[in-house]
Protein backbone atom coordinates (compact mmCIF):
# COMPACT_ATOMS: atom_id res chain seq x y z
CA UNK A 1 0.00 0.00 0.00
CA UNK A 2 1.38 3.56 -0.71
CA UNK A 3 1.52 5.46 2.18
CA UNK A 4 1.21 9.73 2.34
CA UNK A 5 1.80 11.90 5.32
CA UNK A 6 0.19 15.85 5.22
CA UNK A 7 -1.01 18.28 7.51
CA UNK A 8 -4.84 17.75 7.09
CA UNK A 9 -6.59 15.39 4.95
CA UNK A 10 -10.40 16.59 4.46
CA UNK A 11 -12.67 13.31 3.31
CA UNK A 12 -15.31 14.83 1.33
CA UNK A 13 -15.49 17.25 -1.26
CA UNK A 14 -18.95 19.15 -0.48
CA UNK A 15 -19.24 22.78 0.41
CA UNK A 16 -17.79 22.10 4.05
CA UNK A 17 -14.80 20.07 2.68
CA UNK A 18 -13.72 22.80 0.61
CA UNK A 19 -13.70 25.63 2.79
CA UNK A 20 -11.66 23.53 5.28
CA UNK A 21 -9.31 23.02 2.59
CA UNK A 22 -9.24 26.08 0.97
CA UNK A 23 -8.65 27.74 4.32
CA UNK A 24 -5.89 25.25 5.89
CA UNK A 25 -4.05 26.04 2.52
CA UNK A 26 -4.15 29.69 2.55
CA UNK A 27 -2.63 29.87 5.55
CA UNK A 28 0.45 27.20 4.06
CA UNK A 29 -0.81 23.92 5.73
CA UNK A 30 -0.28 20.62 3.40
CA UNK A 31 -3.48 19.50 2.99
CA UNK A 32 -5.51 16.69 0.51
CA UNK A 33 -8.79 16.64 -0.23
CA UNK A 34 -10.09 13.23 -1.27
CA UNK A 35 -13.23 12.84 -3.16
CA UNK A 36 -15.24 9.91 -4.11
CA UNK A 37 -16.63 11.33 -7.15
CA UNK A 38 -14.73 11.52 -10.43
CA UNK A 39 -13.76 15.07 -11.20
CA UNK A 40 -16.55 15.22 -14.15
CA UNK A 41 -19.05 14.11 -11.11
CA UNK A 42 -17.48 17.05 -8.70
CA UNK A 43 -20.37 19.05 -7.28
CA UNK A 44 -23.23 17.21 -8.11
CA UNK A 45 -25.17 16.97 -5.16
CA UNK A 46 -28.93 16.86 -4.27
CA UNK A 47 -30.27 20.28 -3.08
CA UNK A 48 -32.72 23.33 -2.96
CA UNK A 49 -29.72 25.27 -4.44
CA UNK A 50 -31.23 28.52 -2.36
CA UNK A 51 -28.33 30.40 -0.79
CA UNK A 52 -28.42 33.53 1.20
CA UNK A 53 -25.92 35.30 -0.66
CA UNK A 54 -22.51 35.53 -1.64
CA UNK A 55 -21.62 37.23 1.96
CA UNK A 56 -22.62 33.88 3.58
CA UNK A 57 -19.55 32.72 2.71
CA UNK A 58 -16.18 33.14 4.40
CA UNK A 59 -13.79 34.71 2.59
CA UNK A 60 -11.01 32.13 1.52
CA UNK A 61 -12.01 31.94 -2.09
CA UNK A 62 -12.82 33.84 -4.66
CA UNK A 63 -16.25 34.80 -3.87
CA UNK A 64 -17.01 37.28 -6.20
CA UNK A 65 -15.97 34.41 -9.23
CA UNK A 66 -18.46 32.07 -7.46
CA UNK A 67 -21.05 34.67 -7.75
CA UNK A 68 -20.25 35.27 -11.46
CA UNK A 69 -20.33 31.82 -11.94
CA UNK A 70 -23.09 30.06 -10.53
CA UNK A 71 -25.52 32.37 -8.96
CA UNK A 72 -28.34 32.07 -11.45
CA UNK A 73 -30.88 34.07 -9.49
CA UNK A 74 -29.65 36.86 -7.45
CA UNK A 75 -33.28 38.78 -7.57
CA UNK A 76 -34.28 36.26 -4.86
CA UNK A 77 -36.66 39.28 -2.63
CA UNK A 78 -38.99 37.01 -0.32
CA UNK A 79 -40.27 33.74 0.86
CA UNK A 80 -43.91 32.53 -0.04
CA UNK A 81 -45.39 30.57 1.61
CA UNK A 82 -47.89 28.47 -0.81
CA UNK A 83 -51.23 28.48 1.02
CA UNK A 84 -53.41 25.43 -0.43
CA UNK A 85 -56.18 26.49 1.27
CA UNK A 86 -56.33 30.27 0.67
CA UNK A 87 -54.30 33.21 1.19
CA UNK A 88 -50.09 32.84 0.59
CA UNK A 89 -47.93 34.55 3.01
CA UNK A 90 -44.78 36.79 2.28
CA UNK A 91 -41.95 37.03 4.19
CA UNK A 92 -39.58 39.73 2.96
CA UNK A 93 -35.69 39.28 3.00
CA UNK A 94 -34.52 41.83 6.20
CA UNK A 95 -31.11 41.90 5.26
CA UNK A 96 -31.34 42.17 0.87
CA UNK A 97 -31.49 39.73 -1.64
CA UNK A 98 -30.86 36.26 -1.40
CA UNK A 99 -29.80 33.63 -4.46
CA UNK A 100 -30.90 30.48 -6.38
CA UNK A 101 -27.27 28.84 -8.15
CA UNK A 102 -26.57 26.30 -10.55
CA UNK A 103 -25.21 23.73 -7.72
CA UNK A 104 -23.62 21.41 -10.10
CA UNK A 105 -21.50 24.62 -11.09
CA UNK A 106 -20.86 26.11 -7.62
CA UNK A 107 -19.73 22.92 -6.40
CA UNK A 108 -17.34 23.18 -9.37
CA UNK A 109 -16.26 26.39 -8.54
CA UNK A 110 -15.68 25.74 -5.15
CA UNK A 111 -13.26 22.51 -5.83
CA UNK A 112 -11.79 24.69 -8.70
CA UNK A 113 -10.99 27.17 -5.96
CA UNK A 114 -9.65 25.08 -3.40
CA UNK A 115 -6.86 23.70 -5.74
CA UNK A 116 -6.32 26.83 -6.77
CA UNK A 117 -5.19 28.14 -3.23
CA UNK A 118 -3.38 25.18 -2.85
CA UNK A 119 -4.81 21.89 -1.72
CA UNK A 120 -4.69 19.08 -3.64
CA UNK A 121 -7.84 17.37 -4.57
CA UNK A 122 -7.72 13.60 -5.40
CA UNK A 123 -10.59 12.08 -6.88
CA UNK A 124 -12.09 8.86 -7.43
CA UNK A 125 -10.47 8.18 -3.66
CA UNK A 126 -12.95 6.14 -1.52
CA UNK A 127 -11.93 6.64 1.98
CA UNK A 128 -12.90 3.32 3.82
CA UNK A 129 -11.35 3.88 7.29
CA UNK A 130 -9.86 5.62 9.76
CA UNK A 131 -6.27 4.92 11.07
CA UNK A 132 -5.98 5.43 14.87
CA UNK A 133 -3.59 4.86 18.11
CA UNK A 134 -6.13 6.71 20.88
CA UNK A 135 -5.87 10.17 18.71
CA UNK A 136 -7.11 9.86 14.71
CA UNK A 137 -3.76 9.59 12.59
CA UNK A 138 -4.96 9.48 8.99
CA UNK A 139 -6.93 7.17 6.83
CA UNK A 140 -6.78 4.57 4.51
CA UNK A 141 -8.51 4.79 0.92
CA UNK A 142 -8.90 3.43 -2.20
CA UNK A 143 -8.57 4.69 -5.77
CA UNK A 144 -8.92 3.00 -8.94
CA UNK A 145 -8.76 -0.11 -7.16
CA UNK A 146 -5.31 0.47 -5.25
CA UNK A 147 -5.64 1.04 -1.81
CA UNK A 148 -3.59 4.05 -0.41
CA UNK A 149 -2.89 5.40 3.46
CA UNK A 150 -2.89 9.34 4.03
CA UNK A 151 -1.17 9.95 8.04
CA UNK A 152 -2.14 13.55 9.39
CA UNK A 153 -2.45 15.73 12.43
CA UNK A 154 -5.67 16.14 12.25
CA UNK A 155 -8.54 14.18 9.86
CA UNK A 156 -11.79 16.50 8.93
CA UNK A 157 -14.60 14.25 8.31
CA UNK A 158 -16.54 16.72 5.41
CA UNK A 159 -18.11 13.35 4.42
CA UNK A 160 -21.85 14.59 4.68
CA UNK A 161 -24.93 13.16 6.07
CA UNK A 162 -24.77 10.39 8.19
CA UNK A 163 -21.18 10.12 7.78
CA UNK A 164 -19.24 6.72 7.65
CA UNK A 165 -16.12 7.92 9.00
CA UNK A 166 -18.29 8.04 12.60
CA UNK A 167 -19.02 4.32 12.32
CA UNK A 168 -14.99 3.47 11.85
CA UNK A 169 -13.63 6.18 15.04
CA UNK A 170 -13.87 4.83 18.66
CA UNK A 171 -14.76 8.01 20.21
CA UNK A 172 -14.38 6.02 24.02
CA UNK A 173 -13.45 8.31 26.38
CA UNK A 174 -14.44 11.41 24.19
CA UNK A 175 -17.39 13.70 24.53
CA UNK A 176 -17.84 13.44 20.55
CA UNK A 177 -21.75 13.44 19.55
CA UNK A 178 -22.63 9.90 19.29
CA UNK A 179 -26.62 10.13 20.20
CA UNK A 180 -27.40 9.99 16.38
CA UNK A 181 -30.22 8.26 15.22
CA UNK A 182 -31.76 8.14 10.94
CA UNK A 183 -34.91 9.36 13.09
CA UNK A 184 -33.06 12.66 13.10
CA UNK A 185 -33.20 13.38 9.05
CA UNK A 186 -35.24 14.15 6.37
CA UNK A 187 -35.08 12.14 3.31
CA UNK A 188 -35.10 14.55 0.09
CA UNK A 189 -35.75 14.87 -3.22
CA UNK A 190 -35.66 17.48 -6.10
CA UNK A 191 -35.72 17.37 -9.68
CA UNK A 192 -34.64 20.57 -11.81
CA UNK A 193 -37.35 20.72 -14.37
CA UNK A 194 -37.18 23.94 -17.21
CA UNK A 195 -40.84 25.67 -17.82
CA UNK A 196 -42.41 26.96 -21.07
CA UNK A 197 -43.07 30.39 -19.61
CA UNK A 198 -41.56 32.36 -16.96
CA UNK A 199 -43.09 31.50 -13.25
CA UNK A 200 -44.55 34.30 -11.86
CA UNK A 201 -42.70 33.78 -8.85
CA UNK A 202 -38.93 34.23 -9.99
CA UNK A 203 -38.19 36.41 -7.11
CA UNK A 204 -39.15 34.27 -4.36
CA UNK A 205 -38.35 31.18 -2.96
CA UNK A 206 -41.30 29.36 -2.36
CA UNK A 207 -42.28 26.57 0.18
CA UNK A 208 -46.14 24.59 0.63
CA UNK A 209 -46.74 22.14 3.36
CA UNK A 210 -47.38 18.38 2.43
CA UNK A 211 -49.88 16.26 4.11
CA UNK A 212 -47.27 14.34 6.31
CA UNK A 213 -44.82 16.92 7.95
CA UNK A 214 -42.66 18.49 5.64
CA UNK A 215 -42.70 20.59 2.27
CA UNK A 216 -42.46 21.20 -0.82
CA UNK A 217 -40.57 24.10 -2.64
CA UNK A 218 -40.08 25.23 -6.04
CA UNK A 219 -36.63 27.83 -6.48
CA UNK A 220 -36.24 29.41 -9.62
CA UNK A 221 -33.03 29.29 -10.79
CA UNK A 222 -33.91 31.44 -13.39
CA UNK A 223 -37.55 32.24 -14.68
CA UNK A 224 -37.81 29.02 -16.53
CA UNK A 225 -35.73 26.65 -14.30
CA UNK A 226 -37.39 25.54 -11.18
CA UNK A 227 -35.56 23.27 -8.49
CA UNK A 228 -38.82 21.74 -7.16
CA UNK A 229 -38.62 19.13 -4.32
CA UNK A 230 -39.55 18.17 -1.31
CA UNK A 231 -38.80 15.60 2.03
CA UNK A 232 -40.51 14.10 4.94
CA UNK A 233 -38.53 13.70 8.68
CA UNK A 234 -37.60 9.70 8.82
CA UNK A 235 -39.32 9.92 12.54
CA UNK A 236 -42.41 9.40 10.26
CA UNK A 237 -43.89 6.74 7.46
CA UNK A 238 -42.15 7.50 3.98
CA UNK A 239 -43.67 9.19 1.75
CA UNK A 240 -43.17 7.84 -1.93
CA UNK A 241 -41.48 11.74 -2.69
CA UNK A 242 -41.11 10.92 -6.52
CA UNK A 243 -45.18 10.25 -6.96
CA UNK A 244 -46.00 12.87 -4.31
CA UNK A 245 -43.89 15.66 -5.77
CA UNK A 246 -45.32 14.35 -9.59
CA UNK A 247 -48.83 14.71 -8.50
CA UNK A 248 -48.18 18.06 -7.14
CA UNK A 249 -46.92 19.61 -10.41
CA UNK A 250 -49.25 18.03 -12.63
CA UNK A 251 -51.82 20.24 -10.50
CA UNK A 252 -49.56 23.40 -11.08
CA UNK A 253 -50.21 24.87 -14.21
CA UNK A 254 -46.80 26.79 -14.97
CA UNK A 255 -45.62 22.65 -14.96
CA UNK A 256 -47.80 21.57 -17.54
CA UNK A 257 -45.63 20.74 -20.47
CA UNK A 258 -42.56 21.05 -18.73
CA UNK A 259 -39.24 19.10 -19.36
CA UNK A 260 -37.16 17.59 -16.43
CA UNK A 261 -33.77 17.87 -16.87
CA UNK A 262 -31.72 15.78 -13.68
CA UNK A 263 -33.23 14.50 -10.62
CA UNK A 264 -31.39 13.60 -7.03
CA UNK A 265 -32.26 12.85 -3.65
CA UNK A 266 -30.23 12.55 -0.30
CA UNK A 267 -31.01 12.53 3.67
CA UNK A 268 -29.87 15.70 5.33
CA UNK A 269 -29.77 16.39 9.16
CA UNK A 270 -32.80 18.20 10.69
CA UNK A 271 -31.37 17.85 14.26
CA UNK A 272 -29.36 20.46 16.67
CA UNK A 273 -26.14 20.46 15.88
CA UNK A 274 -23.79 18.01 17.23
CA UNK A 275 -23.13 18.64 21.31
CA UNK A 276 -19.54 18.37 20.14
CA UNK A 277 -17.66 17.22 17.41
CA UNK A 278 -14.46 16.81 17.61
CA UNK A 279 -11.99 14.05 19.38
CA UNK A 280 -8.11 13.89 19.68
CA UNK A 281 -7.53 14.13 15.66
CA UNK A 282 -10.42 14.63 14.59
CA UNK A 283 -13.16 16.95 13.64
CA UNK A 284 -16.86 16.84 11.88
CA UNK A 285 -18.22 19.61 9.25
CA UNK A 286 -21.07 20.62 7.29
CA UNK A 287 -24.06 17.82 7.63
CA UNK A 288 -21.72 15.57 8.97
CA UNK A 289 -21.85 17.50 12.34
CA UNK A 290 -25.77 18.49 11.56
CA UNK A 291 -25.04 21.78 10.67
CA UNK A 292 -27.97 22.18 8.96
CA UNK A 293 -30.99 24.86 9.81
CA UNK A 294 -33.43 21.95 11.09
CA UNK A 295 -37.03 23.51 9.69
CA UNK A 296 -35.84 24.94 6.26
CA UNK A 297 -32.92 22.50 5.64
CA UNK A 298 -30.53 25.31 4.53
CA UNK A 299 -27.38 23.76 4.99
CA UNK A 300 -24.91 25.51 2.76
CA UNK A 301 -24.19 28.57 4.81
CA UNK A 302 -23.12 26.61 8.31
CA UNK A 303 -21.20 24.06 6.44
CA UNK A 304 -19.21 26.64 4.58
CA UNK A 305 -18.67 28.39 8.23
CA UNK A 306 -18.09 25.03 9.76
CA UNK A 307 -15.37 23.55 7.81
CA UNK A 308 -13.80 27.44 7.73
CA UNK A 309 -13.51 27.42 11.29
CA UNK A 310 -12.61 23.61 12.28
CA UNK A 311 -9.40 24.52 9.62
CA UNK A 312 -8.71 27.43 11.51
CA UNK A 313 -8.64 25.64 14.81
CA UNK A 314 -6.86 22.65 13.08
CA UNK A 315 -3.95 24.97 11.85
CA UNK A 316 -3.56 26.80 15.76
CA UNK A 317 -3.64 22.82 17.35
CA UNK A 318 -0.83 21.80 14.89
CA UNK A 319 0.84 24.94 15.21
CA UNK A 320 0.88 24.01 19.00
CA UNK A 321 1.97 20.60 18.56
CA UNK A 322 -1.19 19.38 20.42
CA UNK A 323 -4.48 17.92 18.25
CA UNK A 324 -6.35 16.68 21.46
CA UNK A 325 -9.80 17.02 22.37
CA UNK A 326 -9.46 19.85 24.41
CA UNK A 327 -7.51 21.57 21.99
CA UNK A 328 -9.77 21.56 19.29
CA UNK A 329 -12.75 22.20 21.40
CA UNK A 330 -12.72 26.09 20.53
CA UNK A 331 -14.39 24.99 17.21
CA UNK A 332 -17.29 23.23 19.39
CA UNK A 333 -17.66 26.74 21.07
CA UNK A 334 -17.43 28.52 17.73
CA UNK A 335 -20.25 26.80 16.13
CA UNK A 336 -22.82 26.75 19.02
CA UNK A 337 -22.50 30.39 19.94
CA UNK A 338 -23.08 31.38 16.49
CA UNK A 339 -25.42 29.28 13.82
CA UNK A 340 -25.60 26.11 16.49
CA UNK A 341 -27.56 27.89 19.21
CA UNK A 342 -30.26 29.06 16.20
CA UNK A 343 -30.24 25.55 14.87
CA UNK A 344 -30.84 23.91 18.45
CA UNK A 345 -33.64 27.16 19.10
CA UNK A 346 -35.28 25.65 15.17
CA UNK A 347 -35.23 22.32 16.27
CA UNK A 348 -38.16 22.74 19.29
CA UNK A 349 -40.44 24.10 16.16
CA UNK A 350 -39.88 20.34 14.17
CA UNK A 351 -40.15 18.45 17.82
CA UNK A 352 -43.72 20.98 18.82
CA UNK A 353 -44.68 20.16 14.74
CA UNK A 354 -43.61 16.51 14.86
CA UNK A 355 -45.99 16.74 17.70
CA UNK A 356 -49.22 17.27 15.42
CA UNK A 357 -51.72 16.41 12.45
CA UNK A 358 -49.97 18.55 9.67
CA UNK A 359 -54.11 19.34 9.46
CA UNK A 360 -54.26 20.84 12.71
CA UNK A 361 -50.91 23.13 12.15
CA UNK A 362 -52.70 24.14 8.78
CA UNK A 363 -55.40 25.42 10.29
CA UNK A 364 -53.57 27.29 12.85
CA UNK A 365 -51.56 29.51 10.24
CA UNK A 366 -54.63 29.54 7.75
CA UNK A 367 -56.71 31.43 11.11
CA UNK A 368 -53.48 33.50 11.55
CA UNK A 369 -53.46 37.22 10.54
CA UNK A 370 -50.52 37.05 8.40
CA UNK A 371 -48.46 39.67 9.93
CA UNK A 372 -48.89 37.66 13.30
CA UNK A 373 -47.87 34.30 11.53
CA UNK A 374 -44.13 36.30 10.38
CA UNK A 375 -43.59 37.51 13.70
CA UNK A 376 -44.22 33.74 15.25
CA UNK A 377 -41.66 32.73 12.64
CA UNK A 378 -39.56 36.09 13.11
CA UNK A 379 -35.89 35.37 13.71
CA UNK A 380 -35.76 37.01 17.44
CA UNK A 381 -39.48 36.02 17.94
CA UNK A 382 -39.92 40.56 17.86
CA UNK A 383 -43.58 41.01 17.44
CA UNK A 384 -43.40 44.30 14.73
CA UNK A 385 -46.99 45.10 14.85
CA UNK A 386 -47.92 48.66 16.51
CA UNK A 387 -50.11 48.57 19.41
CA UNK A 388 -53.71 49.24 17.57
CA UNK A 389 -52.65 47.06 15.50
CA UNK A 390 -51.52 44.25 18.00
CA UNK A 391 -55.06 44.88 19.14
CA UNK A 392 -56.66 44.26 15.95
CA UNK A 393 -54.47 41.26 15.55
CA UNK A 394 -55.38 39.81 18.73
CA UNK A 395 -59.42 40.15 18.32
CA UNK A 396 -58.76 38.58 14.96
CA UNK A 397 -56.71 35.56 16.15
CA UNK A 398 -58.93 35.15 19.22
CA UNK A 399 -62.13 34.71 16.57
CA UNK A 400 -60.38 32.76 13.77
CA UNK A 401 -58.62 30.22 16.33
CA UNK A 402 -61.68 28.95 17.91
CA UNK A 403 -60.69 25.74 18.72
CA UNK A 404 -57.11 25.82 18.65
CA UNK A 405 -56.08 27.70 21.58
CA UNK A 406 -54.23 25.26 23.19
CA UNK A 407 -52.63 24.71 20.59
CA UNK A 408 -51.41 28.39 20.34
CA UNK A 409 -50.62 28.28 24.10
CA UNK A 410 -48.35 25.86 23.43
CA UNK A 411 -46.95 27.21 20.47
CA UNK A 412 -46.08 30.60 22.35
CA UNK A 413 -44.33 28.43 25.56
CA UNK A 414 -42.01 26.40 22.74
CA UNK A 415 -41.20 30.10 21.34
CA UNK A 416 -40.01 30.98 25.39
CA UNK A 417 -38.02 27.89 25.61
CA UNK A 418 -36.37 28.58 22.55
CA UNK A 419 -35.71 32.08 23.77
CA UNK A 420 -34.09 30.46 27.22
CA UNK A 421 -32.44 27.88 24.71
CA UNK A 422 -30.15 30.29 23.04
CA UNK A 423 -28.68 31.31 26.11
CA UNK A 424 -27.95 28.13 27.25
CA UNK A 425 -25.97 27.93 24.09
CA UNK A 426 -24.13 30.97 24.44
CA UNK A 427 -22.74 29.49 27.60
CA UNK A 428 -21.30 26.51 25.61
CA UNK A 429 -18.15 25.91 27.31
CA UNK A 430 -14.79 27.03 27.12
CA UNK A 431 -12.98 23.38 27.94
CA UNK A 432 -14.78 20.03 27.77
CA UNK A 433 -14.12 20.23 31.82
CA UNK A 434 -17.46 22.05 32.07
CA UNK A 435 -19.39 19.72 29.26
CA UNK A 436 -21.49 17.71 31.31
CA UNK A 437 -22.79 20.61 33.69
CA UNK A 438 -23.68 22.28 30.35
CA UNK A 439 -25.46 18.80 29.10
CA UNK A 440 -27.55 18.85 31.90
CA UNK A 441 -28.59 22.28 31.86
CA UNK A 442 -29.38 21.76 28.24
CA UNK A 443 -31.45 18.59 28.94
CA UNK A 444 -33.85 19.90 31.98
CA UNK A 445 -35.07 22.14 29.56
CA UNK A 446 -35.21 20.07 26.32
CA UNK A 447 -37.36 17.55 29.27
CA UNK A 448 -39.75 20.82 29.89
CA UNK A 449 -40.13 20.98 25.69
CA UNK A 450 -41.29 17.14 26.03
CA UNK A 451 -43.45 17.95 28.05
CA UNK A 452 -45.30 20.78 26.80
CA UNK A 453 -45.49 19.17 23.58
CA UNK A 454 -46.39 16.00 24.45
CA UNK A 455 -43.90 14.61 21.89
CA UNK A 456 -41.61 11.41 22.42
CA UNK A 457 -37.85 12.42 22.93
CA UNK A 458 -35.87 13.30 20.36
CA UNK A 459 -33.03 12.42 21.52
C1 LIG B 1 -32.71 17.61 -1.47
C2 LIG B 1 -31.93 18.61 -0.66
C3 LIG B 1 -32.18 19.97 -0.79
C4 LIG B 1 -31.41 20.92 -0.09
N1 LIG B 1 -31.64 22.25 -0.29
C5 LIG B 1 -30.82 23.19 0.25
C6 LIG B 1 -30.94 24.57 -0.07
O1 LIG B 1 -31.77 24.97 -0.90
N2 LIG B 1 -30.09 25.45 0.52
C7 LIG B 1 -29.13 25.06 1.41
O2 LIG B 1 -28.41 25.92 1.95
N3 LIG B 1 -28.99 23.74 1.73
C8 LIG B 1 -29.79 22.80 1.16
N4 LIG B 1 -29.62 21.45 1.44
C9 LIG B 1 -28.56 21.07 2.38
C10 LIG B 1 -27.20 21.20 1.74
O3 LIG B 1 -27.18 20.62 0.45
C11 LIG B 1 -26.17 20.50 2.63
O4 LIG B 1 -26.36 20.93 3.95
C12 LIG B 1 -24.74 20.82 2.18
O5 LIG B 1 -24.55 20.40 0.86
C13 LIG B 1 -23.77 20.12 3.12
O6 LIG B 1 -22.47 20.19 2.61
P1 LIG B 1 -21.38 19.17 3.12
O7 LIG B 1 -20.12 19.61 2.48
O8 LIG B 1 -21.44 19.05 4.58
O9 LIG B 1 -21.82 17.73 2.56
P2 LIG B 1 -22.00 17.24 1.07
O10 LIG B 1 -22.29 18.36 0.15
O11 LIG B 1 -22.97 16.10 1.12
O12 LIG B 1 -20.56 16.67 0.68
C14 LIG B 1 -20.07 15.44 1.15
C15 LIG B 1 -19.05 14.93 0.16
O13 LIG B 1 -18.38 13.81 0.74
C16 LIG B 1 -18.14 12.86 -0.26
N5 LIG B 1 -17.94 11.57 0.40
C17 LIG B 1 -18.83 10.88 1.16
N6 LIG B 1 -18.30 9.71 1.56
C18 LIG B 1 -17.03 9.67 1.06
C19 LIG B 1 -15.99 8.71 1.13
N7 LIG B 1 -16.14 7.54 1.77
N8 LIG B 1 -14.83 8.97 0.51
C20 LIG B 1 -14.64 10.13 -0.17
N9 LIG B 1 -15.62 11.08 -0.28
C21 LIG B 1 -16.80 10.84 0.33
C22 LIG B 1 -19.41 12.93 -1.10
O14 LIG B 1 -19.22 12.37 -2.39
C23 LIG B 1 -19.66 14.44 -1.14
O15 LIG B 1 -19.05 15.06 -2.24
C24 LIG B 1 -30.39 20.49 0.78
C25 LIG B 1 -30.13 19.10 0.93
C26 LIG B 1 -30.88 18.17 0.21
C27 LIG B 1 -30.59 16.70 0.37
Not at 23 to 38: F, I, M, P, Y
Not at 40 to 52: F, L, N, S, T, V
Not at 202 to 213: C, G, N, Q, R, S
Amino acid sequence: MTSETRDIVVVGGGTAGCFAAATAAQEGLDVVLLERKSEDDGGHIACGDAIKGKSTFPDVIDREYLRQESFTNENIRRAMFMNPDGENYDIPFEDGKGAVCDRKRYGEVLLEEADRVGADIEYNTVVKDVVQNGTVQGVTAVRRGNPIEYEADVVIDAAGSLSFLQDKVDFEGTNYDTNVTYQQFCSAYREIIETKEPVEYDDAIVFKPTEKLGYLWYFPRTGTEINAGLGFQMNKPPMELVSVLKDDLENQPEFRGAKVKDKLGAALPTRRPYDSAVAPGFMSVGDAAGHVNPTTGGGIPGAAKAGHWAAEVAIEAIGNGDVGESALWAYNRRVQTDFGKRFAAMDLYNIFGGAHEMDELTEVVTALPGQMLIDLMGKKGSVSLSLPEKLKAAVITAVRTRGHWDILREAHQVNKLAGQLKEIYDDYPDSPEAFESWQSRRDDLMERVYDVTGAEPKY
